[in-house]
């Protein structure tokens, strides 16, 4: 037995740093090509009034061939790195919240951090579908907290067209492609609040890969797995827990409604984001991220897709304090306060 043991003292040292997280920089990529309903609809025996009406999205963006999801990822990341004037060699982690990187291993999050010129950063890939990308900065806070970083990337990027059935009427208008980034690193103060998060494994089967792997590889005949949902169970599930989960986050963060400046919901469905702001009484002080209009349902990158674009338009400013809040697939959810670059 070691002195340190005998005599109780610790074997190990511990991490610790005092430090608050903070976002430090946000980036996007918008593929080139939009896509207006019309494009979508003879397939599945639509009209561009009823995708409006029912889900607010007008038009979406579809990646080219050579629109890949690390080819997203670096422009996004490259993007969110300038806006925090953080060169790529300081990230020490790089976390890619991803369901559309169509290799079961390696992660993508290597491959990207190498293009980016990243110096042998951690690298990782998580899973947690349209929620990912605030799972992603909850673990990036507690790691730049914790010590175990300095700057994290995270990046929040689908090429959901690659799962898509185009012709199933209750996902080929919604889901689209893009990716988010943000840079999170030290700060003298918190500007990232505690995260209230959760899953629900009961409703496991709601959106999810149609044929698991094994289906694919036993079929006599070849299939391609798609992305299938139950739109209407998905619609009440969000509509009426999400503005408790996102009230509950700004409890946690010391703060009510009154205090908000931007309110960025996950671009699932624009008459989802407007009953949790009708839910949660947000005042008409709190600009609200309607992205989904132009972008779709892009999936772990919408959240940050629909920040940037609240930069776009005017609408939000360093300082704000922002709600971020994501849910999807799992189903699986993650709320945060966080104060914007
Ligand atoms: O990102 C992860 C989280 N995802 C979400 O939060 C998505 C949540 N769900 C939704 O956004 C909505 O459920 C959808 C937009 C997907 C669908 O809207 P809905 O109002 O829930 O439609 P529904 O599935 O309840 O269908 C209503 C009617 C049905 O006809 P009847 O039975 O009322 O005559 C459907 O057959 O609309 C019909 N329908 C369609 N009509 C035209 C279903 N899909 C379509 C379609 N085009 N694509």
């Given at each position: 037995?070691?002195?340190?043991?005998?005599t109780?003292?610790?074997?190990?040292?511990?991490?610790?740093?005092?430090?608050?997280?903070?976002?430090?920089?946000?980036g996007?990529?918008?593929?080139?090509?939009?896509?207006?309903?019309?494009?979508?609809?003879?397939?599945?025996?639509?009209?561009?009034?009823?995708?409006?009406q029912?889900?607010?999205?007008?038009?979406?963006?579809?990646?080219?061939?050579?629109?890949?999801?690390?080819?997203?990822?670096?422009?996004?990341?490259?993007?969110?790195?300038?806006?925090?004037?953080?060169?790529?060699?300081?990230i020490?982690?790089v976390?890619?919240?991803?369901?559309?990187?169509?290799?079961?291993?390696?992660?993508?999050?290597?491959?990207?951090?190498?293009?980016?010129?990243?110096?042998?950063?951690?690298?990782?890939?998580?899973?947690?579908?349209?929620?990912?990308?605030?799972?992603?900065?909850?673990?990036?806070?507690?790691?730049?907290r914790?010590?175990?970083?300095?700057?994290?990337?995270?990046?929040?990027?689908?090429?959901?067209?690659?799962i898509?059935?185009?012709?199933?009427?209750?996902?080929?208008?919604i889901?689209?492609?893009?990716?988010?980034?943000a840079?999170?690193?030290?700060?003298?103060?918190?500007?990232?609040?505690?995260v209230?998060?959760?899953?629900?494994?009961?409703?496991?089967?709601?959106?999810?890969?149609?044929?698991?792997?094994?289906?694919?590889?036993?079929s006599?005949?070849p299939?391609?797995?798609?992305?299938?949902?139950?739109?209407?169970?998905?619609?009440?599930?969000?509509?009426?827990?999400?503005?408790k989960?996102?009230?509950?986050?700004?409890?946690?963060?010391?703060?009510?409604?009154?205090?908000?400046?931007?309110?960025v919901?996950?671009?699932?469905?624009?008459?989802?984001t407007?009953?949790?702001?009708?839910?949660?009484?947000?005042?008409?002080?709190?600009?609200?991220?309607?992205?989904?209009?132009?972008?779709?349902?892009?999936?772990?990158?919408?959240?940050?897709?629909?920040?940037a674009?609240?930069?776009?338009?005017?609408?939000?400013?360093?300082?704000?304090?922002?709600?971020l809040?994501?849910?999807?697939?799992?189903?699986?959810?993650?709320?945060?306060?966080?104060?914007?670059?």
């Amino acid at each position: 037995m070691s002195q340190a043991a005998a005599t109780g003292a610790p074997r190990v040292l511990a991490t610790t740093t005092g430090t608050h997280a903070r976002i430090l920089g946000i980036g996007a990529y918008r593929p080139r090509r939009l896509v207006p309903n019309s494009e979508v609809v003879d397939a599945i025996d639509s009209s561009d009034e009823w995708i409006q009406q029912r889900s607010g999205i007008r038009t979406r963006r579809f990646a080219e061939p050579d629109e890949s999801v690390q080819m997203m990822s670096v422009a996004a990341a490259r993007e969110a790195l300038a806006h925090a004037r953080i060169d790529a060699r300081q990230i020490d982690a790089v976390v890619v919240a991803t369901v559309s990187h169509l290799m079961q291993t390696p992660a993508i999050a290597p491959a990207i951090a190498t293009e980016l010129g990243c110096e042998e950063p951690a690298a990782f890939d998580i899973s947690a579908a349209c929620a990912g990308f605030s799972h992603g900065v909850t673990l990036a806070a507690d790691m730049v907290r914790g010590g175990s970083a300095r700057h994290v990337l995270v990046i929040g990027v689908e090429r959901l067209t690659d799962i898509l059935d185009a012709t199933d009427r209750g996902t080929a208008f919604i889901f689209a492609d893009g990716a988010g980034a943000a840079v999170v690193g030290p700060s003298e103060v918190p500007a990232i609040g505690p995260v209230v998060w959760g899953s629900d494994g009961e409703q496991f089967d709601l959106i999810r890969q149609r044929e698991d792997w094994r289906d694919v590889m036993a079929s006599p005949t070849p299939i391609t797995p798609h992305l299938t949902m139950q739109g209407a169970a998905v619609f009440r599930w969000a509509s009426f827990t999400m503005a408790k989960i996102g009230l509950q986050a700004l409890d946690r963060a010391g703060i009510t409604v009154d205090d908000l400046d931007c309110f960025v919901p996950h671009q699932a469905n624009m008459r989802i984001t407007d009953a949790m702001a009708r839910a949660m009484k947000l005042p008409d002080s709190v600009r609200i991220a309607r992205d989904v209009a132009d972008q779709g349902n892009t999936s772990a990158a919408s959240v940050p897709l629909a920040l940037a674009r609240l930069y776009e338009d005017g609408d939000a400013r360093s300082g704000d304090v922002a709600l971020l809040i994501a849910f999807g697939a799992g189903l699986a959810y993650a709320a945060q306060v966080v104060v914007l670059p």
